[in-house]
Structure formats: structure tokens, C-alpha cells
């Protein structure tokens, strides 16, 4: 059972240059989201989305695109990297709640640096 | 809006210690609350969780109860081992919506043999 799967593990990106973080789960979630990890600090979401063709702003979305054309993938794009979006970027789904909160999976990662 | 704010970290413990980490929460209406372990080199995964007021949530000898009162979900274990070392995060989401989560900034801790 594979989860949620993200790749690259790492990856080293120069000033300007674009990048797509890949995310794809075989739960059959509803729900998936991007979030990033600053060092010290908690995760914050950075865009969501509840069903393929929907995706939504999260907390920090400048710098950031989503698409969803399916329910497996939810793949997060970097126009222009900047140092700020140095971070560790995780993906998670979770199944649609029917009135009670079910967990989040979370990918293991990736590491993304700007120079 | 929602907000969760933990014990500040790194925390350092011996094995067989009692562990307690501090958790309180901000939110309107009636969040469920979470736990989260992160693991070196991995992501994270559910540790307990606990959906509404006075209910325990636990799990490989973690425990912690929701208490709407002081708006506070504090983690604690009686005895820690070394395999309990892990950065872990307090987080809340709302119900129904898009069950967003909203974490605390994590605790380092690491327990030493």
C-alpha cells in the first residue's frame, strides 16, 4: 500500500528557475493539500482541494499553482523560485469527512532549496 | 482565526521519564484536535486524535484530553523510551469544510538512554 507518494525526494533550484513537486495517492482520498515546513516553525498550507477540477488558496499561496485533473494526483508548481520558498514541502489526503474528522496521510517530503 | 500554540522545544528527557507536552488552541465553533509524530527523515502520521470536549485520544501509550474549558489538548506518556524521540505537532481542523489543519510549531524531544 503505497500512500501518499511524493517526488523528487530533494531537489536544488537556482533563482528564476520553475519546478513541478509531484503528489499522487492511491486511497482514493477526496482531499489533498500542499503544506510547507520552515525550519522551527509548524506546517502551513499552501492550497487544497476537495475533488478533482477544484483547488482552493491556502495560508501562503503567492508563488504557488495547483491543478487537479484527476483524484490521484495534485501536482504543485514554482513559477519563479525565490529563497523564500526554500522548505520542505509535504503532501497529505484525506477522505471526505461525512460529518466526522478523519486523518490526514502525509508524503514523506521534499526538500527544496533556492540558491 | 484558528490558531495552536505548543510548549516551546527542544525538550530533553531520560528514558522512563514522564513526558508532558503543552497544547492550547484558538478556534471558533468545535474543532477536532490531532497529534501528529514526525520522525527523522520522514513525514508525519497520526499519533491520536480526539473529535469532541473530554474525549482521550491515545496510542502507544500517549494520551491526551480534549478540554473545551481551558481550550487545551496536552500530550503526555508515563514512561518515554528512546524510540519516542521525534519532533511532534499539535494541529486542530474544522468540521465539515475542507478539514484543513492548522499546527502548532512542533516540539523537538529527545529522550536519551
Known amino acids: 500500500n503505497a500512500g501518499v507518494t511524493q517526488t523528487p525526494k530533494f531537489r536544488i533550484l537556482k533563482i528564476g528557475q520553475s519546478m513541478t513537486l509531484q503528489c499522487t495517492q492511491d486511497?482514493?482520498?477526496?482531499?489533498m493539500y500542499w503544506y510547507r515546513q520552515d525550519p522551527g516553525m509548524g506546517l502551513k498550507l499552501i492550497y487544497y482541494?476537495?475533488?478533482?477540477?477544484?483547488?482552493d488558496k491556502g495560508e501562503v499561496p503567492n508563488g504557488y499553482n495547483v491543478s487537479r485533473s484527476t483524484t490521484e494526483d495534485f501536482p504543485l508548481r514554482l513559477e519563479l523560485a525565490a529563497p523564500s520558498q526554500t522548505s520542505v514541502y509535504f503532501c497529505?489526503?484525506?477522505?471526505?469527512?461525512?460529518?466526522?474528522?478523519?486523518?490526514?496521510?502525509f508524503g514523506q517530503g521534499t526538500r527544496l532549496t533556492v540558491v | 482565526g484558528n490558531s495552536v500554540t505548543q510548549m516551546e522545544g527542544p525538550v530533553t528527557l531520560s528514558e522512563e521519564a514522564f513526558l508532558t507536552i503543552n497544547c492550547t488552541y484558538t478556534?471558533?465553533?468545535?474543532?477536532?484536535l490531532f497529534w501528529y509524530v514526525q520522525y527523522p527523515g520522514e513525514g508525519l502520521q497520526l499519533l491520536l486524535k480526539?473529535?469532541?470536549?473530554?474525549d482521550k485520544g491515545s496510542n502507544k501509550g500517549f494520551e491526551a484530553t480534549y478540554r473545551k474549558e481551558t481550550t487545551s489538548f496536552h500530550l503526555e506518556k508515563g514512561s518515554v523510551q528512546v524510540s519516542d524521540s521525534a519532533v511532534y505537532f499539535c494541529?486542530?481542523?474544522?468540521?465539515?469544510?475542507?478539514?484543513?489543519?492548522?499546527f502548532g510549531q512542533g516540539t523537538r524531544l529527545t529522550i536519551n538512554p
Open positions: 494541529a486542530l481542523s474544522d468540521r465539515g469544510g475542507a478539514q484543513k489543519l492548522v
Open positions: 478556534a471558533t465553533g468545535y474543532p477536532s
Open positions: 486511497m482514493n482520498h477526496n482531499y
Open positions: 497529505a489526503s484525506s477522505l471526505e469527512p461525512g460529518g466526522r474528522s478523519t486523518e490526514a496521510f
Open positions: 480526539a473529535t469532541k470536549a473530554d
Open positions: 482541494s476537495v475533488g478533482a477540477g477544484i483547488t
